[in-house]
Each structure stands twice: as structure tokens, then as C-alpha cells.
């Protein structure tokens, strides 16, 4: 099996279960503040303060074109995208499962459209948006370098990147589970950057950027200031 293949058949699992993921990712029912606990070493508040500081390169009352690569099952950004009714907002994933679960919480947003495919060939026109979302995608996308130059490629000059993911070398439980787990299950795909690999790849791709860490997450914000992809 490819490793796409895998990525997706891992993916159509987790999106069978939406209840789980959706409870896991907000850190709010039983079964999913324990996994927060137990691999993530956080609780709710942590999972609120790393989500915020990844959406903080979203401006209030944004009304341009924004991308959200991956949307996932949509829980952590339907309820924005419902207050900013005139940005026009595009949501990709690989998974035709997860996608199905955004479409039920972004239901009635006729302003939010919902499209499945791959973030290294992303089908829009380079400079298409003005920001480009990216909550928990990395760790799990297979080809990573594609999904960087994609991104740049897609984000329009002076435009925002903005997002968080799995870090390495910031908490040893939270990696050996990783390693041991989420790798073979085929939900997050090595390699993984440390929090300051990310921090130098961000200013070197995009531009001057922020990054902060809630155990291993990394949360970010970049500029795209360069004219090239490097
Ligand atoms: C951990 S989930 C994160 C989803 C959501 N942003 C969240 O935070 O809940 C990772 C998502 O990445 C998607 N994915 C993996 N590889 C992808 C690719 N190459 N292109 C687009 N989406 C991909 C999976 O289908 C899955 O929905």
C-alpha cells in the first residue's frame, strides 16, 4: 500500500469516528480529554491556548479569501467562519470522510466551500488567497516539501500563513507515543520538526515569523515577504 493510500485509509478510520476526533481535537468529552491528558500532557485550556495563538494571524472581521488546508472534521473552525460572513473561505482534505463531518458543522455558511484533494498539488492559481490555514496538517502530510512549496505558491505576495502541528523534542511521552502509535497507524508521517527547525523554515520560506509552543504543538504565524520559494 502507498503511503497516500495509507494516510487515507487511516483518515476514513478516524472520520468513521467522529464523535471520538471531534471530542479528541476540542479536548471536551471524556474519552477525549483523556487522550489530550495521557499523549499530549494538556487540558482544555491548553488546547484553547494553542489554538488561539494559532488562528491569531486571522484578523477580526477578515473579509478576503482564505484557504483552510486541512479542515479536518471543521469543529475547530466552523463556528469562526460563521462570524466572518464575507470572507470567502475554501476548505480542502484528502479525506472524503472528514469532509463529509465539515460540511454537517459548516452547514448554512454559504460563504465556506468544501473541496477534497491534496495539498501538494493544490488545484488554484498561484497568489489565489490572502491567508492559508493550516491546523494540525503537517505532521500528517506525506509529502511535505510539495505542501510547503504549494502553500507559498498559492498565497498571495504579503499574505498570511498561519497554523499549528506536532513538534518533536518538546515532551518525551507525548513523542514516544508518536513514534510508537500514531506513526504505524498512519495518522501523523516522520519526519517531524523541532519547534526551532520550524521557526528557520518559516523565515526562510515565507518571512519573519512567530511561533509558540503548548507542550508539542507549535503554534504559528508568518508573512509571505519573499518573492521566490527557497
Ligand atoms: C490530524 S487531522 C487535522 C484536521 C483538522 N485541521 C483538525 O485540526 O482537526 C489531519 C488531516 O490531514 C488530512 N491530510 C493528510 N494528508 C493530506 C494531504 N496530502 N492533503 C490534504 N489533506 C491531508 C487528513 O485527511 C486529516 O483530515
Known amino acids: ?87 470567502e473561505i475554501t476548505c480542502l482534505d484528502y479525506s472524503p470522510e472528514m469532509l463529509e463531518r465539515a460540511k454537517f458543522w459548516g452547514e448554512g455558511l454559504a460563504h465556506v466551500r468544501f473541496q477534497q484533494g491534496d495539498v501538494g498539488a493544490l488545484p488554484f492559481g498561484d497568489g489565489s488567497f490572502d491567508i492559508v490555514l493550516s491546523l494540525n496538517g503537517f505532521h500528517a502530510f506525506p509529502d511535505k516539501e510539495a505542501a510547503w512549496r504549494e502553500i507559498f505558491r498559492v498565497l498571495r505576495p ?29 495518522y501523523f508521517t516522520p519526519p517531524f520538526e523541532t519547534a526551532e527547525s520550524l521557526r528557520h523554515r518559516l523565515e526562510e520560506i515565507f518571512g519573519p515569523a512567530k511561533v509558540r509552543t503548548v507542550q508539542s504543538i507549535a503554534s504559528f504565524a508568518c508573512q509571505k515577504v519573499k518573492e521566490e520559494y527557497s
Open 1 to 87: 500500500m502507498g503511503q497516500e493510500e495509507r494516510i487515507q485509509n487511516a483518515y476514513r478510520g478516524l472520520g468513521g469516528k467522529r464523535t471520538f476526533y471531534d471530542g479528541m481535537i476540542t479536548c471536551s468529552t471524556l474519552s477525549g480529554r483523556a487522550v489530550c491528558r495521557l499523549v499530549w500532557g494538556m487540558g482544555r485550556a491548553e488546547t484553547q491556548d494553542y489554538l488561539s495563538a494559532a488562528l491569531a494571524g486571522i484578523p477580526e472581521g477578515f473579509s478576503g479569501r482564505l484557504l483552510e488546508v486541512p479542515v479536518g472534521t471543521g469543529i475547530l473552525t466552523m463556528p469562526l467562519y460563521r462570524e466572518m460572513p464575507e470572507a
Open 158 to 186: 504579503g499574505g498570511i500563513f498561519c497554523g499549528c502541528f506536532y513538534v518533536t523534542g518538546q515532551n518525551r511521552r507525548t513523542d514516544w507515543i508518536i513514534r510508537r502509535l500514531y506513526v504505524p497507524k498512519g
